[in-house]
């Protein structure tokens, strides 16, 4: 049976005997891709393709990286579709079909960027229709170069082979009352959904005339991760014991003393220039993120998610490639 597997890495490391190249409608290509045109001398794609078009031609001059080269019509004005990426995947598997040579073909997330379709959606198409058409000893191998967009495909790998999985639920808990640090959790819980995680924050879901001592507490128990970003105005309210935040330490440290020792629900966030002069008393213990840059810090984020969906953060423990 033909075989799908994601890859850490760029396609053009090593050998392949087909290297898939995206495209668009009107001949236009990606700085990345143009980049590796010119280093391999490899031709420009031809204008006027359509899109889930494929053209193959043999790689002259560069048969140590592949045999042939693909050039896959992935966007259409800025846009891709779902259908004709499959195709796209068709027609990669039906030219090992008919190419016994043709066994290991290299594509890169075709449609992800310019083309705006979801990583694993993308990845679902080109599995669906290389599947379908590929000689059972052929392989289609997807090079993701981001190890952020890496490490969330691996944990969505169900998605991607059509099984369903609920997303990680993730209540943000927090007192920011100025304008820079409520712009700072609402653009972090829209940095999260983008990545697939359902970030649940009383500015989005918190309705009017909605009880809400009882819309924390269901929030809190149906999480399975819980983000406390602490600044002083948050260290503050616990330990005067003010407002909504009272109850949502009480509900907290409730649900912390029912859990073990080692567990992972609670990620501490701490916003000030000093750890410690945002650190409540009964957080004191909790290894924190300490993030008092902008939400932006691209380091943070990316440790965050990975904490978020149980990826190992220890590079010894993590794949390079995993199959579909």
């Given at each position: 049976m033909p075989s799908v597997k994601l890859r850490l890495g760029d396609m053009f490391d090593g050998p392949a005997d087909l290297i898939v190249l995206p495209c668009s409608t009107v001949g236009t290509i990606t700085g990345f891709v143009a980049r590796r045109l010119v280093q391999h001398s490899i031709p420009h794609p031809q204008t006027g393709m359509a899109l889930?078009?494929?053209?193959i031609v043999p790689f002259e001059g560069g048969e140590k990286i592949a045999q042939?080269?693909?050039?896959?019509?992935?966007?259409?004005r800025y846009a891709s579709s779902l259908k004709e990426l499959k195709s796209i995947g068709q027609a990669l598997g039906k030219f090992t079909a008919e190419n016994a040579s043709v066994k290991y073909v290299a594509a890169p997330l075709l449609g992800a960027g310019a083309g705006g379709i979801q990583s694993e959606l993308v990845a679902a198409a080109l599995r669906e229709g290389f599947t379908a058409a590929a000689a059972d000893d052929a392989s289609l191998v997807i090079h993701v170069l981001h190890q952020?967009?890496?490490d969330r495909l691996k944990v969505n790998r169900r998605i991607i082979q059509g099984q369903p999985k609920d997303p990680v639920r993730v209540f943000i808990?927090?007192?920011?009352?100025t304008d820079e640090a409520v712009d700072w959790v609402k653009t972090l819980a829209l940095y999260?959904?983008?990545?697939g995680i359902q970030a649940r924050l009383d500015r989005f879901h918190l309705r009017r005339g909605m009880d809400k001592n009882h819309w924390m507490t269901n929030e809190i128990a149906m999480a399975r991760k819980v983000i406390v970003v602490c600044d002083e105005r948050y260290k503050a309210r616990v330990e005067g014991r003010v407002g909504g935040v009272a109850w949502e330490t009480m509900i907290i440290q409730g649900d912390i003393s029912s859990l073990p020792p080692d567990?992972?629900?609670y990620q501490v966030v701490v916003r000030t220039s000093e750890i410690e002069r945002g650190l409540p008393m009964y957080l004191k213990s909790r290894y924190a993120f300490h993030a008092p840059g902008p939400v932006q810090d691209q380091a943070f984020r990316e440790e965050l998610?990975?904490?978020?969906?149980?990826?190992p953060i220890d590079p010894t423990l993590e794949m390079r490639e995993f199959s579909l």
């Open positions: 889930g078009e494929v053209e042939f080269v693909a050039f896959a019509t992935s966007v259409h952020e967009v890496y808990s927090h007192a920011s009352d999260l959904i983008e990545q567990t992972t629900k998610v990975k904490e978020l969906l149980d990826v």
